[in-house]
């Protein structure tokens, strides 16, 4: 499935000006993410497992600089 077949997502905190953020599509069994900045750049594909425990990390501020 090649990248222009895909729904991709940015986040609603982004701001709407779309060029400065990270998007999102899910795929089965995982989700590509990729810079909105080079959208040929190809995307990252993680496993939903891989996913779901990246965002448990953000939630849990794991990733907060300090």
């Not at 089965?28 to 993680?46: E, N, S």
């Amino acid at each position: 499935m090649g990248d222009d077949e895909l729904r991709w997502f940015t986040s609603s905190f982004s701001g709407g000006n779309g060029d400065a953020c990270v998007e999102v599509a899910f795929l089965p069994g995982a989700v590509a993410v990729r810079d909105t900045k080079d959208r040929a750049v190809p995307a990252h594909v993680h496993s939903a497992a891989q996913w779901a425990q990246f965002l448990a990390g953000v939630r849990a501020g794991e990733f907060d600089r300090l």
